[in-house]
């Protein structure tokens, strides 16, 4: 898989309440839920964002509720990945369960402003930015979660077994 | 070498002869749990997989505990998903209306979870019932689905941390403000994707309703459990609820840790969590001053029949500041009724106070003691994220039931022994 997209920056501990408040979870829709990803952390990130572009976040991303109605929100809006210095468990899972891809990097955040342009690769595990020398390394998946992507998330690997 | 207890439910789960940190396994689950607000993603994804019939009717259990009595008309809709789909399914532990309480109170209550039990549910706090000696954990809404038809769900097993604390507490502190001190000693991703076992003579004296309070944060730390070795405490909790069979597990004397971490409680003062994160935490003396406009005493951390003991306690006879609007959330039914045998509603009517349902909403900034721009809240539930009870601009400041009663009578943040 190859992403390429512009940066939308974030800090540490970016939670679920700031990625969809729960006054929004009346619904499960994912274009309703769309409008209001980020909102409590960025609000003109919904606004300002183009289909392709990619979060990337700090320690903890996606941490505090359980609620998969955050990673839909972030798919549903057009973001082709997030790429963090680490996840938090229930995210990751939601993430790897319901097909949004998500990647760990431990040093490309910092290395980076927001609006830059990068390249995802993720069968070479790196990412290049536009305009910087260096390439930065991504954990490698192991290869169960290979398996819930390829088959196109739990439901469908469950179906398939 | 040996194993912890976290790795004993895991393994004993699975038809593995042996487990490691780190290994990826399939695991029978014992109970599934959904809400009204996780529940009916799961049912989506239930429905679009084929999904006929509940693995087992009486190991399903869907609450509809968030956004309830319906908020409005989208909530209601939600509502009425999961409960035609309960109907459909002869889901034994549905709860709604009268019978509903806080999930992760209302379970441990009614005997539905138990020691030894692998337990997965659709909502973060699900980590509560590590109190009772099971492993249990917070998951998503297509995880549910899939555990809802086949009765299994993939697991990573994760190393442990264990906590030994020891010394006497002192007067007003609860488990409360200990995981308070553990999130602010360790971080909001201390524990992250780790269980935390709670062990030592604090804990072995601790009670239930303590042990709750603590496990249920062990998700604040990042943990993906938080466990109680089951002792005499647990065995007189759980006797009289339970209707199948459990089992105790411990640790065994070799098991491996990743990570020991000695804590001496008996200096522990009352803790407060200043905004945004659960793990901003200072002590009462360090914290005082902060005026509040609402104090919400509730929910699954704090929610519970001792909780509102402590509050009415201290309340009685006081009235909540007139700028300070007082929220009391009785968590169940049962706690409800104990609290209105017990003189305790007359006491919080006469301190001012609003009596809500059993409801999650006000929590989670979805219903019931929402905040206004400016407005702060000191609030015995679990998490203080920006814009979690309500505006952006509004602040949480978590406390246990002791801090958070003091606090509605100064109308400031306060301990108990300023009064």
């Given amino acids: ?161 | 070498m040996g194993y912890t207890i976290t790795e004993k439910i895991l393994m004993a789960h699975t038809d593995l002869k042996e487990i490691a940190p780190g290994r990826l396994i399939n695991a029978r689950v014992d109970i599934a749990l959904g809400n009204d607000i996780t529940a009916p993603i799961a049912i989506r994804e239930f429905r679009a997989a084929g999904g006929k019939k509940v693995f087992d009717r009486d190991r399903v259990a869907l609450v509809l505990d968030h956004f309830t009595p319906n908020k409005d008309i989208d909530s209601a809709q939600q509502c009425k998903t999961v409960r035609e789909f309960a109907f459909e399914h002869g889901v034994t532990h549905f709860y709604e209306g009268g019978q509903v309480g806080v999930e992760h109170a209302l379970l441990p209550e009614k005997g539905i979870v138990l020691p030894g039990d692998l337990v997965i549910g659709a909502d973060s706090h699900t980590c509560t019932y590590g109190a009772l000696g099971a492993f249990a954990t917070g998951v998503g809404s297509t995880d549910l689905a899939a555990a809802m038809l086949t009765g299994e769900l993939w697991f990573k097993v994760p190393p442990s941390i264990k906590f030994v604390i020891y010394g006497k507490l002192q007067k007003w502190v609860s488990g409360k403000d200990l995981i308070l001190h553990i999130i602010g000693r360790i971080g909001v991703d201390g524990a992250l994707y780790s269980a935390m076992e709670f062990t030592g003579e604090t804990i072995r004296r601790l009670p239930m309703a303590d042990r709750l309070s603590m496990a249920n944060m062990a998700i604040e730390a990042g943990a993906k459990n938080g466990i109680f070795p089951p002792d005499e405490i647990t065995g007189e909790y759980v006797k009289p609820r339970a209707k199948r069979p459990y089992t105790f597990y411990t640790s065994d004397p070799d098991a491996v840790y990743a990570q020991t971490i000695e804590i001496d409680a008996s200096q522990l003062e009352l803790q407060v969590a200043f905004p945004h994160l659960p793990s901003n935490v200072r002590g009462i003396s360090q914290a005082g001053g902060v005026k509040i406009d609402q104090s919400l005493i509730g929910s699954c951390t704090n929610g519970r029949i001792e909780d509102l003991r402590v509050a009415a306690g201290i309340l009685k006879g006081r009235k909540a500041a007139p700028h300070v609007r007082l929220i009391v959330v009785p968590a169940t039914p049962l706690i409800y009724r104990q609290a209105l045998r017990e003189g305790l509603l007359e006491i919080f009517m006469d301190a001012g106070a609003v009596i809500s349902p059993p409801s999650c909403g006000a929590c989670l900034g979805g219903h019931l003691g929402i905040l206004a721009e400016g407005e702060k809240s000191v609030a015995t539930t679990n998490r203080n994220f920006v814009g979690r009870m309500g505006h952006p601009k509004s602040e949480v400041y978590l406390a246990g039931p002791a801090v958070a009663a003091a606090s509605a009578v100064l109308g400031r943040i306060a301990s108990p022994e300023e009064l």
């Fill in chain 1, 1 to 161: 898989m190859i992403l390429e997209g512009r940066v939308w920056k974030f800090g540490d501990n970016i939670d679920t309440d700031a990625i969809i408040p729960a006054r929004h979870l009346n619904t499960s829709d994912p274009a309703q839920l769309a409008r209001h990803c980020m909102e409590d952390a960025d609000p003109a990130f919904i606004t300002r964002m183009k289909p392709g572009d990619i979060i990337v976040g700090g320690e903890n991303f996606g941490c505090g509720s359980s609620r998969e109605h955050a990673p839909i929100a972030i798919k549903a809006a057009g973001v082709s990945c997030v790429v963090a210095k680490s996840f938090a468990r229930i995210f990751y899972r939601n993430a790897f369960n319901m097909g949004l891809p998500i990647f760990e990097s431990r040093d490309l955040a910092d290395a980076i402003a927001e609006g830059a342009r990068i390249s995802l690769d993720s069968a070479q595990g790196s990412i290049t930015v536009e305009g910087l020398d260096r390439k930065f390394s991504i954990s490698p998946i192991p290869p169960f979660m290979e398996q819930l992507i390829a088959d196109g998330g739990l439901m469908k690997h469950i179906a398939g077994k």
